[in-house]
């Protein structure tokens, strides 16, 4: 651990002599906002009167497929604001040809960024890890959400919504938007000082847009590289406002599985979002209900582990990055999708309260309590996680939580059915980006006092224009449970005893990646990457090792090739099974390698997809993958997919031998853009499903939404119907 920790030292050090290092001179990228005197009106018609005392941002440069130019067709960008709102105004070059519009349905995040399309980032802590996004593209569809830093990666959470006011028109020679954000949606403290930056989506000409220039490895939303706008006079908190929600739902079910009538449901359930301060929020819901959540998109599983599947509800999503980034990928101490599922059934959530936010422009803090229901023989349940980061350095933060599910028994909490998870970590991000660093402790406590119940996590990377490095040492003690959390590597399947056994193990990993930019030609960029991950159990007995050379091509079209070539090492700790077979593989030594290529066609047109393909042994035996998804377009108001995956596996010596069929379609029609009707089908031999779940969504009023949903399953076999479900729900949202 001494060695760990003189290593992260070195990370830091490293870290900041690269951070003195600027990306660009801020002060170039500072720009004083006044208020406006005559408020615009948002009409997507830009009056000049309206706009004349606000400050123009010009001269936005290219940031794909090339960093280093201006851009040829040029963005406008106006801003001015008032008590409660700020105001935008842009003006966009074009020529006359056809938009490329992918969708008329708000938050769809992947065919927004195929789209063109415009979008602000606002900082208003200016963290410059944590902001916002507010885009229209061409259509006029509405994108929104929530950005977090996580390491040197900015996500964005597409779930988060309110209420604001865009419009547009379309010239000959270029196109209009105005925009109105609510001071009332946005959580600030009274700094005056915001981070801004500025996003174009050109599609016709595959080319992003951005008002500061920066380099082309960071993602056009990276909120270290932002500009600032100085307000002459902050609207102050008390602007904020009290949002309910309430809905109602009634339900029709089926369930020929188990041979039980039909039956009926209703319910009420209650959404509110209180304003504690003009950057501290309180979320309350009672009785919420999911139904109108897509589905999960099967997946054809032949690992030793669980597959992980992303939370989709938004009460467990607004503002969660505090609680989602906690850990790594293979141990994430909360997985909210545990709550509400307990034993493989759904259990009804009654109440939910989450409180998250800034206390100030250095500390947040997120705290959240869900209690569960019983039902039949499962006891009710209470999950209550705090978490709370400091803000250290530039870039850096200091993170602290615990996370505790409580069984209640008789109205009272049980004594002998609890787990509960605390820890610590530090991450450090330099403030140009290119370096970052983390150090993680976890432990977890359960009544029967185990020993060696913790984790340990260090990682480090560098990203520079041309090069990518990733290091990462980490250890899990089998009695590192965390009962809501997700750690598939710590459990493994004996199929003698038809159980599962933790086994603790340590993990290094580390990755290299080497960029190329041609000066000409079709290429925009090429890469060369390696990386080796291995696994050690207790003993320090290496157990597994996945190597792999892989060479990468991005044209400029916005198509691209990926290769691979892997070799695989693991000795099973029991006897498993990998697929459907009367016989498990021996705990052994297997040493196997494989192929993988895939292609992918520019989103651009109304007609891509991709295909992709393996060759290679698995386990004593081989495997061949084959797939394809297609994708076509009817601008704007119809997206349809379809894909199909084929896995042939042949064990040798009668271990088992299976081709598995996946088949997955979708259809995605925005009659306006505020009725849409999705549809999803899914035929998957390994889970033995077919599913079809159909939604139409009528937005009849801001943000409020009447569902119909339709869910049948069946079984794959022989088509005989396993359930069916109607749904109809109601909800309204009111400004207090």
Known sequence: MKRLINLLLLIIICSQIQANKAAFNIAEYTANIGPSEISPTIDGIINNKEWENAYTFKNFWDHWPSDSTQSEYQTEVKITYDEDFLYLAIILDDDNSEKIIQTLKRDSENEYWNSDAFAVIIDPINSKSNGYIFGVNAGGAQFDGLIAVNGSYNSIDANWNNIWHSDLSIAEDHWEIEMAIPFSSLKFSQNTE?????????????????????????????????GNIIFKDLPSASS???????????????????????STTGNFGLDSKVAISSSLNLDITVNPDFSQVEVDQQVTNLSRFNPYFPEKRNFFLENSDLFSNLGSGEARPLFTRKIGLKDGENVPIILGTRLSGNVNENLRIGLMDVQTADKGDLSAENYAMGAIQQKVLKRSSIKAFMINRQTIENSSFSSQDFNRVAGAEFNFLSENGKMQGSAKYHKSFSPEK????????????????????????????????????????????????????????KGVFTQHVLRFYPKSGFINRHQLGGSARLFYNTDNILTEYELYASYFINLKNRSWIYTRYYINMVKLPFPTTIIDSDNALPAERYDYNG???????????????????????????????????????????????????????????????????????????????????????????????????SRIQWRYKPMSDIYFVVTNNYNSYDFSQKDLMFVLKLSYWLNV
């Open 450 to 505: 185990y020993s060696g119940s913790g984790y340990y996590n260090i990682n480090s990377t560098f990203n520079s224009r041309k090069y990518y490095a990733e290091f990462d040492l980490s250890q899990m003690d089998k009695n590192y449970i965390a009962d809501v959390g997700f750690t598939p590597r710590l459990y493994n399947y004996d199929a003698d005893r038809d159980s599962s056994i933790r086994l603790g193990y």
């Open 194 to 226: 915001w981070g801004i930056n500025f996003i174009r989506n050109d599609m016709k000409r595959n080319t992003y847009s951005t008002w500061t220039k920066f380099p082309t490895n960071f993602q056009g939303i990276d909120l270290g590289h932002t």
């Open 240 to 262: 904020k406002k009290f949002v309910i929600v309430p809905s109602t739902l009634g339900s029709v079910e089926k369930n020929n599985v188990d041979n039980l009538p039909i």
């Open 595 to 693: 192929f993988f290529a895939q292609y992918r066609t520019s989103a651009n047109k109304n007609l891509s997809g991709r295909v992709y393909g393996s060759y290679g042994s698995f386990f004593n035996g081989d495997k061949l993958t084959m797939g394809t998804e297609i994708y076509f377009r009817k601008q704007p108001w119809g997206n349809f997919s379809i894909n199909y995956q084929l896995d042939k596996v042949d064990l040798a010596a009668n271990y088992g031998k299976q081709d598995l069929h996946l088949i997955g379609a979708k259809t995605q029609i925005s009659f306006s853009k505020k009725l849409f009707w999705t549809t999803f089908l899914q035929y998957h031999t390994q889970a033995e499903n077919f599913n079809i779940n």
